[in-house]
C-alpha cells in the first residue's frame, strides 16, 4: 500500500465513517534514501516527469520520474536555494524530456537548469545565470532604485519569468540565449506604505496576483500592467454575530485561490481555514471592484500571425461581442461545450464571473502588445457565476447569501502545521502534519461542508502541481502515492480498465501489492471488441485465484463439501465469460484477416483452463461430484476449443472408427537397417531422429512390444540411464527431448533415485552449473557426501569403546539384513563397488528430517562435534549407545551450564524434557540418569505431575528427608509445594507416624507450612490436627493455650460426631480428660465454670453439668463446688495412675508396679525398676552367646579379634601352628567374601599380619575382586547385589583352591584390567597399561599358574617389541613361554627377536627350576670371599701412616669406588684426592684410562689435585657422564656451586627442560658472586677462578654436543647473559640471533664455529650459509644474515634481482616492453634502498648489456641497451674517485646505440622533447625516457672544462672515418639536438670518441674560447676564420633591433 492509516483521525469530529471510502495508490515506487534527504516541500513538473524539493541545507534536489529511470535517478544542485518553479509550456502537445526549472538563489542570483532524463538518467544542465547584482542593474536600468530584500518567482512561461521584488516590484525578465537575460517589463505595484511591510502571502493565478496582508486586506493586482483590480476586506467576518468570538482571533498565514478564480482559502495560524466565493463578494461589494472595462471597449483585433479567415480569429473576436454563437463546429468543440455545460450547476444562480471586466490587453507570456482576452472570459448569457459549490440551500430565499464558509481543524495546542495544497470550486485538499512522525490529509467538500480525512502514520510531503485538475499527490517512505477520495479498489480498477489498459492496471496491482479483484465481464467485452489482448489476459488473471481450490481444507469432509460446491458454482459463472471467449475465437477465426487475433486468443484462453485443471489435480488427492462437474465444463471448452488449434489431428471423413490396416501394407524406409539393429539401438536411432511413428511402426510389424508408446518409453529412459553410464551426457539430454521430456525435471529425478554414485556425482556436477538445485536439495547432497565418506573404507567410529560384556561382543545383526539391502539395491557378489563403500540415493536422504540426519552421523564424528549437533538427536545417540562416561560428562556440564558462559560449554544444551523424550536405554541406565539429575534438582515433567513417581525418585536419591532437598519449590499440579503434597500423601495413606517424624524434621507448623491450617483437612482427619497441635506444643512449651488445642484435638479424635469442647467431654463421659483440659484452659477451672456470654464456646462449661460429672469425685467437687458444712474427711478421688490409665498406650497395672503409690499395680509386679541387665530378665528372655574373633572380625575389628583368639583358642591349642594356618585360611576366606566392604577387608590383612601370615595372596585376591566387581557392574544390566553374590560363590570356590574357578576368574580380571585402561584413556599398550596388568601377573603368582600372556600377545601383535621385551624381563617370564609368542610379530621382527634370543645364554632370562638354588648359594659364597677381602683391607689401613691416602690408592688398585668414600671420612683427608679416585673408579674403564692418561707414573701413587679433577671434569663431560660428576660431587662436595651447573647441563642434555635449566643457571652465578664478595669466609674446598674455568669449559661444551639445530638455538637462548663466564668464549648474542634467523630454514650451523670461534670464523660461516640460501632462495632471510655479520648485501641483491629477471624470461611478461622497463627501474631502486656498492651496480647493468646483444631483432634492443649502458655509466660516476676511462668507453657504446637507432630510423633529422613533455605525452615510460633521467650529460664528472678545450678536437684534415656515411648523417643530426639543448660539453666527448669533425661543434668551442679570453683571433682555426668574415654585416645594415639569424652547419 501506498500510505498506511495512522493515529490521528480522532482529531476531527466531521471525519468518522469516511475512511472507507479512501484510496491510496502507489504511482512510482522510490528508494528510501532519496526520499529521506527531500525537503519539506515538493513541486511536480507539469507532465509529471520530475519532482523537485529544496532540502533543509537549502541544496535542490530533483527526481527522475521518467519510465526509464525506475524512480530511482536523481541529481542534487548545492545551493542554497530560496525558491524554484518549474517552466510551464504553452504547447503541452509536444511533450520534452527535458524540461527546465527556474531557480533563485538567497544571494538572489537566477538559474535557468536543463535536465536530460532520457534513458533513466537524471542530468542536469546549467543555461543561464544571472547573479543579484546583474539583475539589480537591470532594474536600475530601467529607473528603479532599489535594494534587494526579497526575491520571488510568480511563473515561468517559456523561457520568460515573472517576479516579484521587495513585496512591490513585479519584474518581467526573457532568457532567450545564452546571455544572463534581459528585462521586458518592469513597473512597482500601488500598495500603500503601510502594506508593504505587512504582507504576509502572495500568490500569482492566471494573471492576477493576490496579496495577503497582517493588516486583513487582500489586495489582487493585474501582472499585465500593475494596476490593483479589487480588494478584499477580512474585517468583515467579524459582522456575522455567530462567528464574533473566533473571528477575533484569528491571524492568516497564507491563501490559495482556484484556477477559475472562483474561491479564495485563506489559512489562520489558530489552524482555522476560511473559503471565500468571490462572486458572491463582489457582487455584495461591487465597490471592492476597482478596475473594471466593458467589452464594447475592447479593440477588435486578431491575433497577430493568424489568418482573418482562421477560426481563432474567429473566436477571438466572438468573445467580445455579446453574440452567442459557437464559432467552432467541429465535434471536439461541440464535447468541450458539452462539457463546460455539464460542470455547471443548475441550482446556483447566474452572473458573470467577478473579473470579466477586468480585461489585459497583452499576454504576460507572450510579450507583445496585442489584444488578447483570456480564457477565463465567458459571455454573460452563457456563463454561471456559482461554479463555486456553497451549501445556500437556506439563503436561497434571502437577497445576500452568505459568500464565505470556516473550517476549525482541532482546538488542541499542539504544535501542528496547517498547509492548504489545492482548492476548486466544489473542494479544498489540506494537509495537517502534527510533528515530524504523522500527517492528515484533509478533504474538505465545500457542497456538503463534510470532511474527508485520511492520517498517515508516517511522514510524508504534500506535493504541488501546476495541473488544472486537483490531484492529490504525497511523497511517502515508499515512493510517490496518490490519494483518492470517494473511491474503492474496485471501482478504481474497473474504471482504469474501461478508460485505460489492462497492462497499466496490472502493473499498479503489482506495485501495491494487490491481489488480482474480480474484473467485470463488460471490461473483457471491450477488450475483445478493441482486440486488446492485455485485457483479456488481465481478466483471465483475475480469475485463477477464484477457481483454484484448496490444498488443504481446515475442516474435513463438511467444509471440503462446501468447497467443492463453491468451485462448482465459480465455474458456473465463469461460463458466460468463457462463451464469449468461445464466440470471438469462433468469429475470429473465420475471418482471414484476423486469423492472428484468434490463434492468441485461443492461446490464452486454452492456457487458462489447462492450468485450472493441473492445479485441481495437483492440490486435490480425490475428486468428489462437484469437481468433477466442474472439471467437466472445462473440459468441455477445451474439447470444443481444440479444433481451432492449426496442427490438430484431423481424422478423414470417409475414415472407419476402427482401422484394420493389415502388418503387410505397413512399410518403414529405415526398415532394411533396423532389421540388422538390436531393438535397443532401434529405439535410439529413432529417437534421436525423431522416428518415434516409424519405429513403432516397424515393432508392429516385427510384433515387438515396443510398438506400445508406454513400452517404448521406458526402454529410451532405460538408454538414457545407459548414456549417463558411459558419461554422454549430450546423448542422454537429446533422448528426452526428443521423448517429450523436460530435460533438467528428468535428470533432477534421476539424480534423486538413482542409487548408481557415478552417474549421481555426474548430474549433480550438471545440474548444479545449471543451477537447477533449490537450497534445501543442496544442503541433501552435502550431507550424502559426508555420510558416503564417514560410512566409506575403514572409518573408525567415534565412540570412546567401553568394554562391553561377554554377551553384548557376538556377531552383529548387520550381516543378517546384508542381503536384504543388496537385494534391493540390485547388487551382487561381482559388484564393482567394494563392500565399504555404501549407496545412498539423494531421494532417501531428501525425507530425512534434521534429526534423522544427525543421528546418521553423530557415530561417526569426534566428541568434539558434539556441541554443534541438537541435544535430542544426541541424547537419543548417547543413551542408546549406553555411553555412561560421555552422559555423565553431559549431565555434569548441564549442572552448572547456568552459571558458566554458553560459549565455553562443550556440549549443547539439555532440558528435563529432553532427556523425558529421547531417553532410548535400559530401565537401569535410565533410572540411574534420572537418579544422577534428581539429586541436582532436575526431574522429568512426568514426575512432577505424578507425587508418587517423585516420591520413588527421592527414595533412590537420599529419601525425603534430607538436608537440601533437590525438588522445586512448586509442582506444576495445583500449585502447591513438595511439603504440601507429602502432607497429604502421608493423610492419605494413614502414615501418622511418618508424618510425625517428616514434620519434625523440617519443624514445619502453621506458621512456615500454611497448608497444615487447612480447616477441611482437620475435620477429615482429627489425627492431623491433634499431630499438628503436639508439634506446636513441643514448640513452645510454656503457652498453655496451645496444650488447650492439642487437648481439644485429642477429644476430637474420641468424639468425632461432635465438634470437640469440654462441654461435649463431659457429655461423652470424659470427665477426667474434660478436668485436664481445662487446667491449660486460659484463666484455668474457674474461668471455665463461670458462665459469661463473650467467652470461648470451647472451653465454656455449665456448672450444673460439671457437678454432676464429678460427682464419682467428692474431693474435687468439694474443691470446685465448696458448700456451707464444714469439710469432713473424703476419699481419694484419682491418682495420677488413674490418669495414666485412660491414656493409651500406658497400663499402669503392669508398668510402674515398684511403685507403692500406684493402687492399680497388679500383686506378682516387680517391686524394683526393671533394666536389660536384669538376672531375672537375663534368665528368662536373653539369648547368651559367646563372642570369638570371627565376630570381631565382621565387625571390622582386628585387635580385639586377635585378643580373643589369644585367650580363647591359641592358649588352649596343643598345636598352635596348624591351629593358626587354620585360623589364617578362615579370615583369608572371610576377606576375600567380603572385599566389597573396605573395613571387614583391612581387618582380615591387619588380622593376618598379627598371627605372623602374609597377607600378600589376600590382597591380591581382594584387588582381583574389585575389578571384576566394578567391571560387571558397569557393563551388565543386572543390580550390583545379584553380580556380588555370584562372585562371592567363585571366592569361596577359588579359597578352596578349584583350578577351573581360578581360571574363570582370571579370565575375568583381564577383561576387567582391559576395561579399567580403556576407562581411564591410557593407551592399550602404554607403560601405565603394563603397571596395572601386574595385578594380572601377580594373581597367577599367588596362585602358582602359569603368567598370562594376554599383555604380551597385544604388543606382538602390534609389533611392540619394546614393551614385549620390558615386559617379559620385569615379570621374568620363560623362554619358551616367550618364544612361543613371536610368531604374533612381523616376519622382520619375527627375525630380529629370535636372533637376539638365540644370542643369548640359557641364564639370561631368569630361571625358576632347580638351578636357582645352586645360584644362590654361589652368589652367597661369593659374598663372603668379597666380605674377608674388604675387612682385609680396613685392618690393613689402619696400620698404614697416612691411612686416607693409602685407601685411596687401594680404591684405585681395586676398582672399589667405596673405598674414597670410606677414606673421605677419615681424619686429615683431603675432598679433592677423593673425589677424583670415586670418578675413576666409577666410569667404565676406557673413559677412566682416558682422564688418567697425563700421569706418567703410577696411578696408585699420584698425588691428585684440582688440575687431575679439570682433566676428569672435561673428560667425563665429553663423555656425557655428568650424572657421575654429579654423584660424586653430592658425596664429597655437597656444597658446591658447580652442582647447579651440571644439574643445568642434565636438564638441557637429557630432559630438554629448558625452562628449569635457566633457574639453576642464575642459581650458578648468583653463588658465584656470593663467593667473590665474601672474602672473609675461609678458603673453599673449590676456588672461585678455578670453578669459573670449568663452567666456562661445560658452557663451551654444551653448544658442541647438541645433536639438532632447535637443541642448538635452546642453549644459545639458555646462555645468552652469560658471557662474563666465558674468557675467550664465542660471541653467544650473536650466535643466538643467528639460530633465530635460520630456524625456519634447511640450514644448519657448523659446529666448527662455535668449537674455534672468532669474529674473522663467525664471517666466513656467514659467507657460507649465505651461498646455501642464495642457492635456496631465501633472500630474506639471506639479508638478515648478512646484516648480522656486517657483510655486503651487494651480490645478494644481484642475485635475487638474476632470479626474478630468470623467473621473468621463463614467463610471457618479458617480452613485454614496459614490463622489462619496469623491471630495470626496479633493479636501479633496488640498489639505492640496499646501498649496494656503485661498482657493484654498474658491473650488473653492464653485464646485461650482451645478453640483450644476443637478440637485435627483438623491438627495443638497441634503447633497452641504451638503457643499460646509461644506468652502468650513472652507477659507475658515483664511483670516489671517478674512473673516467671506463666512463667514456660506457658513453660511447651507448652513443654507438643511439647512432644505430637513429640510422635504423630513416636517418630523419629528430626533436628530441624535453622529459616534461615525454612524461605528460604518455602515461607510460619507454627506454628513452627512462635513458634520459640517467643521462650522462648529467654528470658531473664528464662535465669539465677539460672537454671544451680546443686541443684534442678533432679538426677536418684530421678526423677519421670510422663510421659509414649513414652514420655520420645519424651522429650530425644528433649533435645538433644537442647543442640545440645546450649539452655542449656531451657534443664535443662524442666528437671525440667517434674523431668526427662538426663544424657547430667547433665553431662554439671557438666562441667560448674568445669569450673566455683563453684564445685570441689568430689562435682560431683556419676554417673558423675563414667563417669570421661571411659572417660579419655591412655597417650600414646593422640594427640593433635586428634579430639574429642562425648560421646552419654545413658540415
Known sequence: MAAEPGPGSAAFPGCAGAMERVLPVLLVQLPAEETAQLGARAQLHQEQEALGSLTAAGSLRVLSLAPGSRGGSSCCLQGPFGHFVWEECRDRSRPTDKPKLLAVREDYELRVYEFDLKDGRCESTLLHSCCGRTLQKLVEDRGVCISFESLRILSFHNKTALLLINRCLVLRIAFPGRDSGSILDCFPLPLPAQVADAVVDVQFCRGF??????????????????????????????????????????????????????????????????????????????????????????????????????????AHNMRLTKVSFQVDRSWRAQLSALKETMSSKPEASCCAPWFQGVLRLESPESGNHTPVVPNHVFLPGATTCGQCAFPQKEHIKTSDPRWWETMRLSRDEQPAELQCVSVTGFTALFAWAVGASSCTIVLWDLETRGLHCFPLSQPCIPVHSSADQQQCLVLTENGLSLILFGLTQEEFLNRLMIHGSASTVDSLCHLNGWGRCSIPIHALEAGIENR????????????????????????????????????????????????????????????????????????????????????????????????????????????????????????????PDDCGISKDVLTVKEGKIWEK???????????????????????????????????????????????????????????????GFNVEDELLRMCFYTTDKNIRDLLVEILKGKECFSEKERRTIDFVHQVEKFYSGHFQENVQMQSFPSYWIKEQDYFKHRSVLDTFLKRDQTDEFSEQDHRIALNWARWWDQQTQECILLPRISPEEYKAYSPDALWRYLTARHDWSSISLWIEEFRTQKAGSPQQNKWPPLSADIIDQNTCCNSYMRNKILDELARSGVFLASELEDFELLLLRLSRVGGVMQDTLPVPSHSPSGGWDFHSHFILYCREHNLQHLLYVYLDHYRLSPGNCPFLEKKELHEAHPWLEFLVQCRQVSSNLTDPKLIFQASLANAQILIPTNQASVSSMLLEGHTLLALATTMYAPGGVSQVIQNEENENCLKKVDPQLLKMALTPYPKLKAALFPQGAPPSVLPSDVTLYHLLQSLPPFDPSRLFGWQSANTLAIGDTASHLPHFSSPDLVSKYAVVERLNYAYYLHHGRPSFAFGTFLVQELIKSKTP????????????????????????????????????????????????????????????????????????????????????????????????????????????????????????????????????????????????????????????????????????FSPILQSHLKLAFEKLSSGSISQVDGDQDYKGHQELQQSKEETRDFFEILHQCSEESASWCWLLAEAVRQRAPVLSVLAACLQGASAVPCLCVWIVTSVEDRVAAEAMGHIQASVEDHPWSLEDLSIIWRTVLRRQKSHTLIRGFQLFIKDSPLLLIMEMYELCMFFKNYEKAKVKLVEFQKSLETLDTAPER?????????????????????????????????????????????????????????????????????????????????????????????????????????????????????????????????????????????????????FKKNSISNRAASSFFSSQVPVVSEHPAEPGSLEERHLLLTLGGHWLAREEPVPLEELEELEKQAWICRITQHARGGGAEETQPSPSQQVSAGAELSFDTLANEFSFSKLAALNTSKYLDLNGLPSKEMCENRLNWKERESLNALIGLLLDGGCVHEASRVCRYFHFYSQDVALVLHCRALASAEAGVDDLHSDIQALLPSAALPDDQESPNAPLRKVHSKS
Open 677 to 739: 539393429l538390436s531393438f535397443e539401438e532401434v529405439i535410439a536411432d529413432a529417437i534421436l531422429n525423431n522416428k518415434i511413428p516409424e519405429a513403432q511402426t516397424f515393432f508392429r510389424i516385427t510384433g515387438h512390444c515396443a510398438q506400445q508408446l508406454e513400452e517404448l518409453v521406458r526402454i529410451g529412459l532405460d538408454l538414457v540411464f545407459d548414456s549417463l553410464k558411459q558419461n554422454s551426457v549430450d546423448k542422454a539430454s537429446t533422448l528426452l527431448r526428443n521423448m
Open 1217 to 1384: 601352628k596348624q591351629l593358626i594356618q587354620q585360623v589364617g585360611k578362615e579370615a583369608y576366606t572371610l576377606g576375600l567374601t567380603s572385599s566389597h566392604s573396605p573395613s571387614v577387608a583391612a581387618a582380615c590383612v591387619c588380622f593376618l599380619e598379627l598371627l605372623g601370615l602374609s597377607s600378600l595372596k589376600l590382597r591380591v585376591d581382594m584387588k582381583m575382586a574389585n575389578v571384576i566387581l566394578g567391571y560387571r557392574c558397569r557393563n551388565e544390566d543386572v543390580h550390583p547385589s545379584s553380580v556380588r553374590e555370584s562372585l562371592a560363590e567363585k571366592l569361596t570356590k577359588l579359597a578352596d583352591g578349584d583350578k577351573a574357578t581360578t581360571e574363570e576368574l582370571l579370565l575375568l580380571l583381564e577383561e576387567g584390567v582391559w576395561s579399567s585402561i580403556g576407562q581411564q584413556g591410557f593407551n592399550r599398550l602404554s607403560s601405565e597399561s603394563s603397571s596395572q596388568w601386574a595385578l594380572v601377573l601377580q594373581f597367577c603368582m599367588v596362585h602358582n599358574m602359569k603368567l598370562s600372556m594376554s599383555y604380551l600377545r597385544e604388543c606382538a601383535k602390534a609389533n611392540d617389541w619394546l614393551q614385549f621385551l620390558v615386559h617379559s624381563q620385569l615379570h621374568n617370564y620363560r623362554p619358551e613361554e616367550v618364544n612361543s609368542l613371536l610368531q604374533y
Open 532 to 655: 486488446q489482448l492485455d485485457t483479456v489476459d488481465f481478466f483471465l488473471k483475475s480469475k485463477e485465484n477464484l477457481l483454484t481450490p484448496p490444498s488443504k481444507p481446515p475442516v474435513p469432509d463438511q467444509l471440503h463439501q462446501l468447497d467443492s460446491q463453491l468451485y462448482l458454482k465459480q465455474v458456473e459463472e465463469m461460463r458466460p465469460a468463457l462463451d464469449l471467449l468461445c464466440s470471438a475465437i469462433r468469429e475470429s477465426d473465420s475471418e482471414t484477416q484476423s486469423k492472428h487475433f484468434a490463434e492468441q486468443l485461443l492461446h490464452l484462453t486454452l492456457s487458462f483452463l489447462n492450468q485450472q485443471i493441473r492445479e485441481l489435480f495437483v492440490h486435490t488427492e480425490e475428486l468428489d461430484e462437484h469437481l468433477q462437474k466442474g472439471v467437466g465444463i472445462l473440459t468441455s471448452y477445451i474439447n470444443e476449443l481444440r479444433t481451432f488449434m492449426i496442427k490438430f489431428p484431423w481424422k478423414p471423413a470417409d475414415a
Open 209 to 314: 496576483l493576490f496579496i495577503l496582508s497582517t493588516l486583513r486586506w487582500i489586495y489582487i493586482f493585474d501582472t499585465s500592467d500593475g494596476k490593483q483590480v479589487a480588494r478584499v476586506d477580512l474585517a468583515l467576518l467579524r459582522e456575522d454575530s455567530e462567528q464574533q468570538e473566533a473571528a477575533s482571533v484569528w491571524s492568516f498565514t497564507s491563501l490559495k485561490v482556484s484556477q477559475d478564480l472562483d474561491v479564495l482559502v485563506i489559512v489562520s495560524s489558530s489552524h482555522t481555514a476560511v473559503v471565500l466565493n468571490l462572486n458572491l463578494y463582489f457582487r455584495q461589494h461591487p465597490g471592492h471592484l476597482l478596475y473594471a472595462r466593458a467589452l464594447e471597449d475592447l479593440p477588435v483585433e486578431g491575433p497577430a500571425g493568424i489568418d482573418e479567415d482562421d477560426l481563432a480569429n474567429s
Open 1578 to 1726: 675461609g678458603l673453599p674446598v673449590l676456588p672461585a677462578a678455578w670453578m669459573k674455568d670449568q663452567a666456562c669449559f661445560l658452557l663451551k661444551l654444551m653448544p658442541q654436543q647438541c645433536q639438532t639445530q632447535y637443541e642448538l638455538g635452546k642453549h644459545l637462548q639458555l646462555l645468552v647473559g652469560t658471557e662474563h663466564l666465558f674468557s675467550d668464549g664465542p660471541d653467544v648474542q650473536k650466535l643466538c640471533v643467528l639460530s633465530q634467523i635460520l630456524k625456519d630454514t634447511p640450514v644448519a650451523i657448523s659446529p666448527a664455529v662455535i668449537t674455534s670461534y672468532s669474529p674473522e670464523n663467525f664471517q666466513h660461516e656467514c659467507r657460507s650459509i649465505l651461498e646455501k640460501l642464495k642457492a635456496d632462495g631465501q633472500f630474506a632471510v639471506a639479508r638478515r644474515v648478512a646484516e648480522l655479520a656486517a657483510l655486503p648485501v651487494d651480490s645478494l641483491v644481484i642475485e635475487q634481482l638474476t632470479q626474478e629477471m630468470e623467473t621473468l624470461k621463463h614467463t610471457q611478461k618479458w617480452s613485454l616492453t614496459h614490463a622489462r622497463i619496469d623491471f630495470w627501474k626496479k633493479c636501479h631502486e633496488n
